[in-house]
């Protein structure tokens, strides 16, 4: 599979996707926002960080980074795009994902241990957990409280668009005050993918999760799937 | 030249004498301002320098000790870290946000500097009680400051230590500390070398913001003080200069960098200079303004953020605005590096500046200041504290000491923090000691951030000791191999002689921690004039240790996970009161005598829990630190509760009595045998304690129950005592 991870000035998170796809047996690469073409891609990763340094708002000046106008062609062309924190809020800039960001309710900045329901694992980007399971999977964000419309909200449960929802475990529920406890969503084609909490940061035991690393395997699973359907 | 000129700029009337004899005429406005900026305290350590030479600075591990703009030392596989700690507290003082976020972009500035890609800070900060607003509106602002920079750039904030005592009102000490990764081979410095090599000066564009910052971070903070503009710090410019810096120093057309710190343009071009043994000519006109009408002056004192001078090849100037470029930044050469041993500036062609590069540098005075035992010293020192009893229940004891904010959880604070990004982080924040794994080997580094102030105060000497203790078992605690230390030396005006007395005897007691425990000296920083009203902080020598993990596999936890693990104590059962929480909390009181540490047998029982754990017989190890060994307890047991049977001794000094050189340990029940034979044969007090069990922190002493509390009854308090007092 051929994957690209996007670097906007002011990502942190583009290593880190990398290194985690090196671990399901991938060799991804850096894209420079600064390129024009994703071309030959079958997979585009939107890393999460502080893309302009999240001035004006976060994600508002990476999304006319010129490799932007390919990504949303792409991603119209029902390409695999997979918006993580930074690149979730990035996704809606665009207009790729309907919705918007609010500061944390509580406006401080959060990283902690988060536990998720898998709300849709029919998509190419969940098809390895079981409907319903509970993740655990961490947040860090200053921006990641969701927000839209009524309509909007009906439309995305409607059509199964909430992918993950944040959930009470002991201590933790929704951390930031996203509406209708909204983790991750998906486009009505199911082919891009926007969420807040951070899976490349739980793919090993040694930094504390493993329940991303299905994240991974299920976009694997869905591609062998189609390339062979398709051969 | 009136003297009003000098003297507003901190330079004594013999100062000035000194600097018209070196400069043999009378020097310009101009030459006066750098003069005063690289002969403050700050920049020249003129009053620190011959207490700091007594500190060991030398050892196989160490690739690059004090005098650069960080050290670093090997970790092996040809790979070395370089570390720094410095303060800013004043700045934090007076704009807790900006003051500490542009705190943390100055050492990742020192760490990159060296051609290291930081892979993590920490946060050393002193607080006032925060039942005073003012308190908790600087913790609130400083938190936000190191989180808002910290974040943005893209570096873990992985951990630290929080501290609040009222000697720290109205000046809070915020220290903080980088680490980086590099290549033996990518070791850069900060040195201006080969006659005819351009000079550049390259990031963010200069401002009026900072002037004369090095000079009051050199004075005490009073109500008058006129602050200088406290610098605004701009992340996501210094991650743009980060990676060009990093991309550059790979491409080996880097002859010297070095960081814009404290006294901008002044300090980096001398320094470069003179550690180079040459001379530096600048066309001032060249340098890009983010201000129109910018004197040299201004240009010279500017301490605006994100920048750096860096000294390329000549030939390879396209090359490097070609890097810089790529991000976004401006690379611009200024002038160039000559033989002549003066620092040259020029204005349109126009000579403004003419110094000798050593009359700043190694020609700064040097003061040998008096020493004075102060007077609370003996008085305190001879408390009487045998007739202090427990007073109330321990189980009440306890509550109240791990909900005071020192002990309790710094959750709240960390949760601020990004302490994941470059998911390498093993041990986050709350752990002992921090733990990294550095990819593409199978080894960690282990770091903490630790100082008793409490103990210094009491006793300079031995709480300087302490101090490097305290670190070395946090290390220990993870699993790490101490390696090394930086330091950052927090004291009151050292022209008070008692405060220099405090000085000179904490430094000593750290050099003497340092040379037993073999973690030598590779730098740091000095702060002095911690003063607010006449009132010095409590000194606080800052300790910021690294260590090694040879096996990430061997990283130990903190807490007891399930039922059946053994405990067992290294070291004595009883502490002391002297210097405890216990007897400022309960007893309102400050004092006592503090034994002096045996290093020898510290040593030995770190040695002991390093190979214990070489040898698998380890499941977790937590210090003895605050609070005593009923808070060390009550921490471990957060998860899992314990049984605790403790044949002997007073109960309040075995429960709350506090005495470094004490470690707390869990093994598997059939690793018992093997630890109690290898401590028998290290010579090592080992004391079987009992075993995690049930739900509840559970402890006989002699034979008598005296504390039994539910687990779910301390752990809110311990997780939420900072949260509660913050946000209500």
Avoid at chain 1, 103 to 109: A, E, H, S, T
Avoid at chain 1, 124 to 148: A, D, M, V, W
Avoid at chain 2, 334 to 344: A, F, I, K, S
Avoid at chain 2, 629 to 635: D, F, G, I, K
Wanted: proline content about 5%.
């Amino acid at each position: 599979m051929k994957i690209g991870v996007v670097r906007f000035p002011g990502s942190s998170c583009e290593v880190d996707c990398l290194e985690a796809w090196r671990l399901v047996g991938e060799d991804p690469v850096m894209i420079w926002h600064q390129e024009t073409s994703v071309k030959g891609f079958d997979l585009i990763v939107l890393p999460g960080g502080f893309s302009y340094g999240n001035y004006l708002r976060p994600g508002s000046i990476a999304r006319y980074s010129p490799i932007m106008e390919d990504v949303i062609r792409f991603a119209k062309s029902g390409g695999l795009v997979w918006g993580i924190s930074n690149g979730f809020q990035i996704l809606t800039e665009c207009g790729l994902l309907p919705g918007a960001f609010l500061r944390n309710v509580g406006l401080r900045y959060i990283c902690a241990p988060q536990y998720l329901r898998v709300e849709n694992s029919d998509l190419p980007f969940t098809n390895q957990y079981e409907k319903g399971r509970l993740i655990q999977i961490p947040i860090s964000h200053g921006e990641g409280n969701y927000t839209i419309d009524d309509e909007g909200l009906k439309r995305l449960q409607d059509n199964n668009q909430i992918v993950f929802r944040y959930v009470n475990t002991d201590t933790s529920g929704n951390p930031n005050g996203s509406r209708d406890n909204i983790a991750g969503i998906v486009n009505k084609e199911g082919n891009v993918l926007g969420m807040m909490p951070h899976p490349e940061r739980a793919v090993e035991e040694i930094i504390g999760s493993v329940d991303g690393r299905e994240m991974f395997l299920s976009i694997l699973k869905h591609w062998e799937g189609r390339s062979q359907g398709g051969a | 030249m009136e003297p009003k000129i000098w003297r507003d700029m901190g330079l004594s009337d013999d100062e000035y004498q000194r600097i018209e004899k070196l400069m043999g005429r009378e020097p310009n406005f101009l030459e006066v301002g750098i003069f005063s900026v690289m002969w403050s305290e700050h920049c020249s350590y003129k009053t620190s320098k011959p207490v700091l030479k007594k500190f060991p600075t030398e050892g196989p591990q160490v690739l690059q000790g004090p005098g650069e703009n960080a050290g670093i030392v090997d970790i092996g596989d040809d790979l070395a870290v370089a570390f720094k700690m410095e303060s800013h507290n004043h700045p934090s003082a007076v704009e807790p946000y900006q003051g500490a976020a542009t705190g943390v972009g100055g050492i990742l500035r020192d760490v990159f500097t060296m051609g290291a890609r930081p892979v993590a800070v920490l946060n050393s900060l002193r607080f006032g009680p925060l039942t005073e607003e003012n308190n908790k509106y600087l913790l609130d602002g400083v938190v936000s400051g190191i989180s808002g920079y910290g974040n943005s750039i893209g570096i873990p904030t992985v951990g630290g230590d929080v501290y609040f005592h009222s000697s720290y009102n109205g000046n809070p000490l915020v220290n903080a500390m980088a680490i980086g990764l590099l290549e033996h081979k990518d070791i850069a410095k900060g040195v201006a070398t080969g006659v005819g090599n351009p000079v550049m000066v390259v990031g963010a564009k200069t401002g009026r913001d900072g002037i004369h910052g090095a000079t009051f971070a050199s004075v005490e903070l009073s109500e008058e003080a006129q602050p200088p503009a406290v610098q605004a710090g701009d992340p996501f410019m210094e991650k743009l200069l980060m990676e060009a810096c990093l991309e550059l120093i790979q491409s080996g057309a880097v002859v010297g960098i070095q960081d814009m710190g404290a006294a901008g343009l002044t300090s980096s071009s001398s320094e470069m200079a003179s550690r180079g043994n040459s001379g530096i000519e600048m066309e001032l006109s060249l340098v890009p303004c983010r201000e129109t009408g910018m004197t040299p002056y201004e240009i010279m004192l500017s301490e605006s953020q994100e920048r750096m001078l860096i000294v390329p090849q000549a030939g390879r100037e396209k090359e490097v605005e070609e890097v810089f470029a790529r991000w976004g930044l401006e690379a611009t050469v200024v002038g160039r590096v000559t033989d002549d041993g003066m620092l040259r500036l020029l204005e349109k062609g126009r000579l403004v500046a003419e110094i000798p590069v050593k009359a700043l540098t190694d020609e700064a005075p040097v003061y040998h200041r008096p020493s004075q035992e102060p007077d609370y010293y003996q008085k305190l020192k001879n408390t009487k504290l045998e007739n202090i009893e427990l007073k109330d229940s321990a189980e009440n004891v306890l509550l109240a000491l791990i909900s005071s904010p020192t002990i309790a959880s710094k959750e709240w604070i960390y949760r601020q923090y990004d302490y994941q990004v470059g998911t390498n982080t093993v041990v986050a924040p709350g752990g002992d000691a921090a733990v990294l794994r550095v990819r593409g080997t199978s080894k960690a580094i282990a770091m903490t951030t630790d100082c008793n102030s409490r103990y210094v105060y009491l006793d300079p000497y031995i709480g300087g000791i302490l101090a490097v203790v305290e670190a070395a078992q946090n290390i220990v605690c993870v699993g790490a191999k101490p390696l090394a230390i930086t330091d950052c030396l927090n004291f009151g005006n050292p022209e008070r002689p008692e405060i220099f007395w405090q000085f000179e005897q904490a430094c000593a007691g750290v050099a003497e921690a340092c040379r037993a425990l073999n973690t030598p000296v590779t730098g740091g920083n000095v702060s002095l004039y911690n003063e607010t009203l006449g009132q010095a902080v409590y000194p606080t020598p800052m300790i910021g240790m690294i260590g090694l993990l040879e096996d990430l596999g061997q990283v130990l936890k903190n807490q007891l996970s399930s039922e059946g693990e053994q405990l067992y104590l290294v070291g004595e059962a009883e502490g002391e009161l002297a210097g405890s929480e216990y007897l400022a909390r309960f007893e309102q009181l400050e004092a006592g005598s503090l034994p002096e540490p045996d290093l020898k047998e510290i040593k030995k029982r770190l040695d002991f829990i390093l190979e214990g754990n070489k040898q698998g017989l380890l499941l977790a190890a937590h210090d003895i630190s605050e609070g005593g060994l009923a808070v060390c307890l009550a921490e471990m047991t957060i998860n899992c509760g314990a049984e605790i049977d403790i044949k002997s001794g007073n109960e309040l000094k075995v429960l709350f009595g506090e005495r470094l050189g004490r470690i707390i340990i869990s093994v598997a029940k059939e690793k018992t045998a093997a630890l109690e034979t290898l401590a028998q044969k290290c010579h090592i007090p080992l004391t079987h304690l009992g075993s995690s069990k049930g739900k509840n922190l559970r402890i006989k002493v002699g034979g008598q129950e005296c504390l039994d509390v539910p687990l779910s009854q301390y752990r809110p308090l311990y997780e939420s005592t900072i949260r509660k007092i913050m946000e209500g």
